[in-house]
Nanobody, 125 residues
Framework: QAQLVESGGGLVQAGGSLRLSCAAS????????ISWFRQAPGKEREFVFG????????AHTDSVKGRFTISRDNAKNIVYLEMTNLEAEDTAVYYC??????????????????WGQGTQVTVSS
């Protein structure tokens, strides 16, 4: 069973950058696909970026293309979401989640078994 803890959120001006971290406990971390989702007030939770266990495959939503990157360090049980050129529309609570579907990055929240508590990202315009 994985336990996930997000950190790195905060308040930033438009055009700024943040790096989110998702730290996981448990010996099986390196076998999980890890993805980031976000949820803005009044909106559904949406997929942002995900990475397969070996880091060989990633997927992202179109709105973050060229601005966000994802990476993982399996030795440290951490996945990072590097966010640059942030926009007001990126304001949301960001969650990381793990999936045992190791070969793909699925964009549906229902495929993810474990979730962190979330970290708030606020971008002021």
């Amino acid at each position: 069973q994985a336990q996930l803890v997000e950190s790195g959120g905060g308040l930033v001006q438009a055009g700024g950058s943040l790096r989110l971290s998702c730290a996981a406990s448990g010996r099986a971390f390196s076998r999980y696909t890890i993805s980031w989702f976000r949820q803005a007030p009044g909106k559904e939770r949406e997929f942002v970026f995900g990475i397969t266990p070996d880091g060989g495959r990633t997927a992202h939503t179109d709105s973050v293309k060229g601005r966000f990157t994802i990476s993982r360090d399996n030795a440290k049980n951490i996945v990072y979401l590097e966010m640059t050129n942030l926009e007001a529309e990126d304001t949301a609570v960001y969650y990381c989640a793990s999936s045992q579907m190791s070969g793909v990055v699925d964009t549906l929240p229902t495929y993810y078994e474990f979730w962190g508590q979330g970290t708030q990202v606020t971008v002021s315009s």
